[in-house]
Nanobody, 120 residues
């Protein structure tokens, strides 16, 4: 099972920043793309960003372009999501998932997620 653990969420004011972490346990992330997803109350889970294996190319949903940056540290077996200029509409539970590549659906192995709340 591809077990990933998310952390780094919290309460932040509009305009603030957070860095989320996605750590793999029991397997190497080197060979997988990793996506960040989020789910707000009453809404479906949506993709936020993805980083490929190998070249580390990245894609972003329109909602995060120019504000979010995804990166990976294979030595630490961890993927990060730096979120700047946060807005109340970014409030959601954020999840990460391994994927065969960024254009494929993620493997159906989800962690607990990390809550991000943007509020004054």
């Amino acid at each position: 099972q591809l077990q990933l653990v998310e952390s780094g969420g919290g309460l932040v004011q509009p305009g603030g920043s957070l860095r989320l972490s996605c750590a793999a346990s029991g397997f190497s992330l080197d060979y997988y793309a990793v996506g960040w997803f989020r789910q707000a109350p009453g809404k479906e889970r949506e993709g936020v960003s993805c980083i490929s294996s190998g070249s580390g190319s990245t894609i972003y949903a329109d909602s995060g372009k120019g504000r979010f940056t995804i990166s990976r540290d294979n030595a630490k077996n961890t993927v990060y999501l730096q979120m700047n200029s946060l807005k109340p509409e970014d409030t959601a539970v954020y999840y990460c998932a391994a994927q065969p590549d960024c254009l494929a659906d993620p493997f159906d192995s989800w962690g607990q997620g990390t809550q991000v709340t943007v509020s004054s």
